[in-house]
């Protein structure tokens, strides 16, 4: 019963992982513009998805031919993909000329050109590829090590809790968040308590 539960919810997360970006996705591509969508919110969710991923393989190594953690490790890679896919599209649109609205990054920096905000996308890009080539590569060196393990994890949960304040003080300054996805935010939360559950008390995976 319990392992029928486990991939039951298994898979609904992975399918509401899909769903859920994907709406978000479809609203920027339908729009043609990522206004009122904040960079550093994409930039630290990659970061937060990169450790989280990373350090969930390297803590449950022993026991990835299971089923029930083998799906719940997927479904932390395919957050992390989507989180990539986001920076992307972001960097992507930002180019795009209907994207000059202001936001949070010009205002305060008054920023008013275009390819400057496109460079600074692209800096952040590059350093999140960076960071998961490196933390890939350190995986691979030291899979056991408890230290680099707890690292990811603390860096994750920090990452995870601060990420949407700059989405908050974009959304609050702003005078158009209509590429914002209202359902994709419902869908993170309620996605984010089921993974608790899920993780933790259905499948007692260790942290």
Same mark, same amino acid.
């Given at each position: 019963?319990?392992? /029928?539960?486990?991939?039951?919810?298994?898979?609904?997360?992975?399918?509401?992982? =899909?769903?859920? $970006?994907?709406? &978000?996705?479809?609203?920027?591509?339908?729009? &043609?513009?990522?206004?009122?969508?904040?960079?550093?919110?994409? /930039?630290?969710?990659?970061? !937060?998805?990169?450790?989280?991923?990373? /350090? !969930?393989? =390297?803590?449950?190594?022993?026991?990835?031919? #299971?089923?029930?953690?083998?799906?719940?490790? @997927? &479904?932390?890679?395919?957050?992390?993909?989507?989180y990539y896919a986001y920076i992307v599209i972001y960097m992507y649109y930002i180019r795009h000329e209907n994207s000059r609205a202001s936001t949070f990054y010009n205002q305060f920096? &008054?920023?008013?050109?275009?390819?400057?905000? $496109?460079?600074?996308?692209?800096?952040?890009?590059?350093? @999140?590829?960076?960071?998961?080539?490196? =933390?890939?590569?350190?995986?691979?060196? /030291?899979? #056991? @090590?408890?230290?680099?393990?707890?690292?990811? $994890?603390?860096?994750?949960?920090?990452? !995870?809790?601060?990420?949407?304040?700059?989405?908050?003080?974009?959304? $609050?300054? @702003?005078?158009?968040? #209509? #590429?914002? !996805?209202?359902?994709?935010?419902? =869908?993170?939360?309620?996605?984010?308590?089921?993974?608790?559950i899920y993780q933790c008390v259905i499948n007692g995976e260790s942290f």
């Amino acid at each position: 019963m319990n392992s /029928a539960l486990s991939c039951f919810i298994g898979f609904v997360l992975i399918i509401g992982t =899909l769903i859920s $970006y994907g709406t &978000q996705f479809h609203k920027i591509i339908i729009n &043609q513009s990522i206004t009122g969508i904040n960079i550093y919110t994409i /930039a630290m969710g990659c970061l !937060s998805s990169c450790c989280t991923m990373y /350090a !969930s393989i =390297l803590l449950n190594l022993s026991t990835l031919k #299971s089923f029930e953690i083998g799906l719940d490790v @997927s &479904q932390l890679i395919i957050v992390c993909i989507c989180y990539y896919a986001y920076i992307v599209i972001y960097m992507y649109y930002i180019r795009h000329e209907n994207s000059r609205a202001s936001t949070f990054y010009n205002q305060f920096y &008054q920023v008013e050109d275009l390819d400057r905000d $496109y460079r600074h996308v692209f800096i952040l890009f590059c350093i @999140s590829w960076i960071i998961l080539i490196i =933390l890939g590569t350190a995986c691979i060196i /030291a899979p #056991s @090590s408890h230290g680099l393990i707890n690292t990811m $994890y603390i860096i994750a949960t920090i990452t !995870s809790v601060i990420q949407w304040v700059p989405q908050l003080i974009e959304t $609050y300054m @702003s005078t158009d968040i #209509s #590429s914002l !996805s209202l359902i994709t935010l419902g =869908l993170n939360t309620g996605g984010c308590l089921l993974t608790i559950i899920y993780q933790c008390v259905i499948n007692g995976e260790s942290f």
